[in-house]
Structures are given as C-alpha cells and as structure tokens.
C-alpha cells in the first residue's frame, strides 16, 4: 500500500512538472520586441530613417502586445522656459514630445494610432529643420494639420510649461536618459561620435541608415549582419511565432542620403547628458536676493542691538551657509568621421 501510495505521488508530481514546463516553453516562444529610435533636432539620416525603416514598422500593424516602440529627441540644448516661447528653433523643435505625449507611457504598443500620429508629426518637423536654415514660425500649426493632431493645443502645450513638465518628467527619463546609461553600462565609451539615429532592438545597438541595418554596434567596435536587413524584418525576426504581418516582408528599401553631404554629417556625442529643471527662474533670483539683503540688514541690526548682552557673559552661536553648484555635461553636434 505504501508503495502504490508512493508511485501515485510520483506519477502526480512528474504531471504538474510537464505541465509547468510546457507553459514555460510555450511563455518561450511568444516573444516580444522593443524598438527605440532616438534622434537629434536637425540630423538628416535621422528623417531618413524614421520617414523610411520606421514607418514601414509602424504601418505594418504588428500586435501592438508583442511590439512596442518609442520615437523620441535625445536631450539638446534649449533655452529657458520664459524665452523658448518666443523662439520656434526652440518650441518648435520641442513640440513633438507634446506631439507624442498621447503615446504615453513609451514604449509604445506599435499599433498605437496615437503613435503613427506623432511620428508623422515629428517626420514633417525633421523635413523643415533639415531642409531649412529656421524653422517658420507656422510649423507647428502646418504639422500639426499634416499629421491630424489639433494644432491649438500643440501649440500651447510646445510654447508654456507643458512641455517642459513633459521633458523633466518621469516618461522622458525612462526613454532616451535610460538608454544611453545602459550603453555607458555596458562598456560603451560616451566621449566619441556616433552617427545617428540612435537604434536599440531589444536592448541590441543597431547600426542603421535609410531604409535599414547594417551591423551592430558593440563596445569593441560593429559586428556585421549577414547582409543588409529592413528594419521590419529585423524586428519580424526577434518574434516568434511570426505575426502575419511578417509573413511577406517587403524588400529593403534603398539606403540614401538627405542630400551629398561628408561622411558622418549626423554625428553626436553620445553623454549622459540631461534636461534639467532650472532650480528657479531670474524673477525668482531677484527675490532671493532681495530677502538676502534684508535678512543680512536684520542681522547687523541685530548684533548692534544685543551687542551689550554679549558682555553680560551670553554666548553667540555662529552660523555657516553654502551654496551647492551643478555640473550640466553637454551634448555636441559634430561634422566628422562616426
């Protein structure tokens, strides 16, 4: 009896473990993929890329479940919230992160009709800043009714303080920060340029230009693919089992540049750079002046007018105050060899 008893206890465990294991492999085999593309404000083989190898991601209706994707600026240089206003080379290259904040949180499933919407507004401002040496002063506007989006609230949301609640925000820090601090973790050096766009899949550095990739990127230098590849079928690849949308992939679109330009013209350095919420504007610095000044006059009046206390034996109790510096790095764009 106790046998028996112990073989059927066997028998019932060796069923739950194949059991387990069947759902393990087949948790396995549906996979994910996650695309990031990050680019610079006026880089041509960045609108080359995203107008070409990304659309061609997005329009391919993947499940949105098992792909997601984010399209987003690395941090650059901007002016203060209370000039960006008034300059559209700053709101105006600010304004597609208001364009993409309906595609919250990123990354963002690949069906997102949110996100083709904002990808196609960040594609008509890439096409103005590259092809023009300002940005008028209608591109919001004329992008925004390009794209489908509501062209008031971009605007308000590109020349007030949204935007810059977007770019200090907890959405931002988690995208393009957070990649570039993976790379620099995984040995990566930050102080050389590299040619953009800047491609991760899975968390793989892609080397990419135009219509697709060519290698990826290691610490030791690039690893070259088989041949080239389209970035759908790069992605289409890391998933399994293939969605339908992968069953005919299309043929790579020719690699191509913007215009004849000298290698690398869309290099950066890659830092750690990041988007700093000012500690307090020149009105509030003005004030804090001003209180300075008159706690300091209080003090003097003070020590005049307790001076005689000091004689009859009571101690004074000296303070210190300091002030603490921030150290901002910063992101360069270079014309070079990438």
């Known amino acids: 009896g106790c046998c028996s008893n112990l073989h059927f206890r066997c028998l019932l465990l060796a069923a739950r473990c194949s059991l387990w294991c069947s759902i393990v492999a087949k948790a396995d085999t549906t996979t994910q993929a996650v695309l990031e593309v990050y680019y610079a404000p006026t880089c041509g083989h960045c609108l080359d890329f995203i107008r ?10 993947l499940p949105g479940e098992r792909v997601k994707v984010s399209v987003l600026p690395l941090p650059f240089e901007v002016l203060p919230v209370s000039r960006c206003r008034d300059h559209v080379s700053c709101y105006g290259n600010l304004a597609p992160l208001c364009a993409m904040e309906a595609a919250q949180p990123h990354p963002t499933p690949a069906d997102s009709p949110h996100l083709l919407s904002a990808v196609a507004y960040t594609v008509c401002t890439l096409e103005e800043a590259v092809s023009l040496s300002d940005l008028r002063t209608t591109v919001v506007r004329d992008c925004a009714a390009r794209a489908g989006l509501q062209s008031e609230v971009l605007e308000a949301c590109a020349r007030g303080p949204e935007v810059f609640d977007i ?43 135009g219509g697709g990739c060519t290698a990826v990127r290691t610490p030791e230098g690039t690893s070259a ?38 290698a690398c013209e869309d290099c950066a350095e890659i830092s750690n750079f990041r988007w700093k919420q000012p500690s307090r504007t020149h009105w509030e610095t ?23 206390f000091n004689q009859c034996g009571l101690k004074r109790e000296g303070y210190r105050s300091g002030l603490d510096g921030s150290i901002k790095s910063n992101i360069g764009l270079v014309d070079g060899a990438g």
């Not at 804090?288 to 706690?295: E, G, K, N, T």
């Open 286 to 308: 003005f004030c804090l002046l001003a209180a300075s000044f008159v706690l300091l006059g209080a003090a003097l009046v003070a020590r005049v007018k307790f001076g005689a």
């Open 167 to 209: 770019m200090y925000g907890a959405d931002y820090s988690s995208t393009a920060p957070a990649a570039v601090d993976r790379l620099t973790a995984a040995g990566f050096r930050m102080d050389r340029p590299y040619a953009m766009p800047l491609v991760l899949l899975n968390g793989d550095w892609l080397q990419c230009s």
């Open 52 to 61: 070409t190898a990304v659309a061609q991601v997005l329009n391919a209706k």
């Open 225 to 262: 693919l088989p041949r080239p590849e389209s970035l759908l079928a790069l992605v289409c690849a890391r998933l399994s089992p293939l969605p339908p949308a992968c069953a005919k992939l299309p043929s790579l679109t020719p690699l191509h540049k913007t215009r004849p330009t000298p």
